[in-house]
């Protein structure tokens, strides 16, 4: 990733779900791409590499945030990868069931 990230990517990198909920409030894009990744494919992978270097459980703080703000759980990045697939990768077993309980929630309201 670049040095010169959005202020939301910036955030999601940080794990800052504060700073994340302020900009979302202010009018971030909650699907915004940078740097060939969402910002939640971002979140996800963030969380999961995180837990993995640091051997400390998963966190989901900015997966919720950003579904919260209405970031779409089934948009794929430029590279295809949805954030299934980047949860699933990570093994990061909350950000699936918030997703799956989204997806739901999102077929549902279409009926």
């Not at 979140?43 to 459980?57: K, R, T």
């Not at 699936?96 to 999102?106: E, G, P, T």
Request: charged content about 20%; aromatic content about 2%; overall charge negative.
């Amino acid at each position: 990733m670049s040095d010169h990230w959005t202020p939301a990517h910036h955030a999601v990198e940080q794990e800052d779900a504060e700073a994340l909920a302020r900009l979302l409030a202010a009018g971030s894009d909650p699907d915004e791409v940078f740097s060939n990744m969402t910002l939640l494919t971002h979140a996800i992978d963030v969380e999961g590499d995180g837990s993995l270097q640091s051997g400390q459980p998963l966190t989901v703080h900015t997966t919720a945030v950003l579904l919260a703000f209405g970031a779409d759980p089934e948009l794929a990045d430029p590279d295809g990868r949805t954030p299934m697939d980047m949860a699933n990768h990570h093994g990061h077993d909350l950000a699936v069931k918030l997703l799956q309980a989204h997806i739901s929630r999102q077929a549902a309201d279409n009926r």
